[in-house]
């Protein structure tokens, strides 16, 4: 098999495919040729991990797992494709076809431009401050992974604002942090889809507020600004189209959403953290198997608080959806709640808040959301 592997890497493939996996936590794995190297990229169920090889590297990474983990290979080069099938008892096949019309297309730097809402090759400062592009404008290749998930945010969003007709934006960033995301979101709203926006980002830490200010000058963006602030008492004398939380901690999340529901905003984006508050209240005599465990008591506490954070919205007029997302930072999973206005009957309302209600009796829960509704009287 060796041989036949250092033949076939030898004729200059650009897409490489295992598959038929065996005993292996890697349903598939995709290799592409880039500039200098091979990206590995290894699938499982739910996420995608990346590393990066030379052709002697590939070449011994390929012996290790074919035969063992994975029993197919196909090879594309520029003219042939070659699918090598490999027995339990380690026979090698391999057929050999002519592809120059259905092979798939090279994954070249033209074509990964026409995939990503914030194209590489343009000279974009935030990107550049944050190690991800060079002053060409081309991606730093370990940065890859970021610039990935900057763009896949950006896509959350872009997929709730693309159908609607918008002249002017009004945007509040609560818990904005070093704002990596909230620089280039107005970037995208400003330079790609040429649609004013103001944008204001809240936090708690005055060094940061002085920096992300002073980046916002640097880079001319003139209706971005940062203030210092807690998320509780906050205020706004506008209307608010759209409210950003990511990472506020705990029940700063719940502020966040309460003030987007008193606002009557538009478009909701929140990435819960450290949901502490339920952890600390759940219990239950009949359903105890989901809190005698550390671990299990967490993360079930965790899910139900974003569960009735976002049937609540439902209850106040939001299409909520929960989606995957992982962060900036390359913390674990995250959810992503994002909610857009729309008409709810009473009997939605009804219905949702009577789900939040029983699991609440069930586990002896007060959560603050609901606690700030019901006060306020939105439900």
């Known amino acids: ?16 495919i295992l598959s038929k996996a065996k005993n292996c936590e890697y349903r598939k794995v995709q290799i592409l040729k880039k500039e200098k190297n091979y ?8 996420q995608v991990f990346h590393e990066n090889l030379d052709k002697e590297e590939l070449e011994v990474y390929l012996l290790q797992e074919l035969g063992t983990h994975f029993f197919q290979m196909n090879v594309w080069n520029a003219k042939v ?13 391999i057929i050999e076809k002519n592809c120059t019309k259905t092979a798939p297309k090279e994954q070249t730097g033209h074509n990964r431009k026409k995939k990503y809402l914030i194209p590489e090759g343009e000279m974009i400062e935030p990107l550049v401050d944050m190690g991800i592009f060079t002053k060409e404008g081309k991606i730093v290749h370990s940065m890859y992974d970021k610039y990935r998930q900057i763009n896949r945010f950006v896509e959350l969003v872009d997929d709730a604002v693309k159908n609607r007709e918008l002249t002017y934006l009004n945007i509040i960033d609560f818990g904005c942090g070093k704002s990596y995301l909230t620089f280039i979101l107005y970037h995208y709203f400003t330079n790609i889809r040429k649609i004013p926006v103001h944008m204001t980002g809240l936090d708690l830490k005055e060094d940061v507020i002085e920096k992300c200010n002073l980046a916002a000058k640097k880079y001319g963006y003139e209706n971005l600004h940062f203030e210092l602030g807690d ?7 506008e209307q608010v189209d759209m409210v950003i939380t990511l990472h506020a901690c705990d029940t700063a ?22 949901q502490h508050e339920l952890n600390s209240q759940i219990q239950s005599e009949d359903y105890s198997i989901l809190t005698r465990y550390g671990l299990i008591k967490e993360r079930t506490a965790a899910l139900m608080t974003d569960a009735i954070r976002a049937n609540l919205l439902e209850a106040c007029g939001y299409k909520t959806d929960i989606l995957e997302f992982v962060d900036f930072a390359h913390t674990p999973k995250n959810l992503l709640i994002r909610a857009k206005k729309k008409p709810v009957s009473k009997d939605q309302k009804e219905k949702r808040i009577r789900e939040v209600e029983r699991l609440m009796q069930e586990y002896h829960l007060q959560p603050t959301f609901y606690q700030l509704l019901k006060e306020a009287s939105y439900i």
């Open 1 to 16: 098999m060796q041989e036949q592997i250092h033949d076939i890497l030898q004729s200059l493939p650009y897409k490489l």
């Open 39 to 46: 990206q590995i990229e290894k699938y499982t169920q739910k």
């Open 81 to 93: 494709e070659y699918q090598m099938m490999i027995s339990k008892k380690g026979k090698v096949h």
């Open 231 to 237: 998320i509780c008492g906050y205020q706004s004398n």
């Open 253 to 274: 999340t719940d502020h966040a959403l309460y003030h987007a529901v008193r606002w009557n905003t538009e478009m909701i984006f929140s990435v819960p953290c450290c």
